[in-house]
C-alpha cells in the first residue's frame, strides 16, 4: 500500500541550529501538506503546495522556517535557526486531488518527524 | 482552533462500553473528516461527511453530520483496547484553497 515517507523519524537539535525534514508524498498526488502539532494540540497547517507552487502558507513563520516542492513531487521543510518553542511533530499529508475542483477526498498522512529542541 | 471545539477532551472507558466523541464548528462545514492517531505517530482517515444529516459506519464506529452541517458525533460501540488513541476531526469550511483545520483531539483509553 502506497504510504507518505518522511524522515527522519526523530530529531534532536540545539537552539540556533539548522534542522531540515523531507518528505516523499504518495505517487501522483498534486497537493502536499506540512503541518506542526504540538503535544496535546490538533495538527496546524504551516504550508500547503499545488504541485511546486505554494498556495498557502499564511501560517508559516518565514523568518525561520522555509518550504519548497522543487519538482513538484517531494519537499523539505527547513527551520534556521531552531528556537526552544520549535518542539513538536512535523507531519506530512498529501492529497491526490486538486483542491476546488468539488472533488473532496481525504489526504494522506506519514508518520511525522518528532524535532526536540535543545 | 477555537473554531473547531472537540469534546471530551480525554475519555476513560470500560472495554466492551459505547461511546461518543463531539465535534462542534462556529461555521458550516463543507466537509467533516475524522482520523484517528496513535501517540506519536501520524493521523490515519476514518471517515468523510459532507451532507447535512450524513451518517457512516466503518466496523463498529459510527460517525454523524447534522442536519445543518456544524456538528459532528463519533461514536464506539462496544469498545475494544484496539480503539484507544487520539480522536482529532478535521474541518473544510470551504474556498478556494482547501485546507484542514483540526481540533484539538480527544484522547480515549479503553481500559481491559
Known amino acids: 500500500e502506497a504510504e507518505v515517507a518522511q524522515s527522519p523519524r526523530y530529531k534532536i537539535t540545539e537552539k540556533s541550529q539548522a534542522v531540515a525534514f523531507w518528505c516523499d508524498p504518495i505517487?501522483?498526488?498534486?497537493?502536499l501538506y506540512w503541518y506542526r502539532q504540538i503535544l496535546g494540540q490538533g495538527p496546524e497547517l504551516l504550508v500547503q503546495?499545488?504541485?511546486?507552487?505554494?498556495v498557502d502558507d499564511s501560517q508559516l513563520p518565514k523568518d525561520r522556517f522555509s518550504a519548497e516542492r522543487l519538482k513538484g513531487v517531494d519537499s523539505t521543510l527547513k527551520i534556521q535557526p531552531a528556537e526552544l518553542g520549535d518542539s513538536a511533530m512535523y507531519l506530512c499529508?498529501?492529497?491526490?486531488?486538486?483542491w476546488g475542483t468539488g472533488m473532496n477526498t481525504e489526504a494522506f498522512f506519514g508518520q511525522g518527524t518528532r524535532l526536540t529542541v535543545v | 482552533s477555537q473554531e473547531l471545539e472537540q469534546s471530551p477532551q480525554s475519555l476513560i472507558v470500560q472495554e466492551g462500553k459505547n461511546l461518543t466523541i463531539n465535534c462542534t464548528s462556529s461555521?458550516?462545514?463543507?466537509?467533516l473528516y475524522w482520523y484517528k492517531q496513535k501517540y506519536g505517530e501520524g493521523l490515519i482517515f476514518l471517515m468523510m461527511?459532507?451532507?447535512?444529516?450524513e451518517e457512516k459506519s466503518h466496523e463498529k464506529i459510527t460517525a454523524k453530520l447534522d442536519e445543518k452541517k456544524q456538528q459532528s458525533s463519533l461514536h464506539i460501540t462496544a469498545s475494544q483496547p484496539s480503539h484507544a488513541g487520539i480522536y482529532l476531526c478535521?474541518?473544510?469550511?470551504?474556498?478556494?484553497?482547501?485546507?484542514?483545520?483540526f481540533g484539538k483531539g480527544t484522547l480515549l483509553t479503553v481500559n481491559p
Open positions: 505517487s501522483g498526488h498534486a497537493t
Open positions: 461527511l459532507q451532507k447535512g444529516g
Open positions: 503546495f499545488q504541485d511546486e507552487s505554494v
Open positions: 499529508a498529501s492529497s491526490p486531488k486538486v
Open positions: 461555521k458550516t462545514l463543507y466537509g
Open positions: 478535521g474541518a473544510d469550511w470551504g474556498g478556494s484553497n482547501y485546507k484542514l483545520t
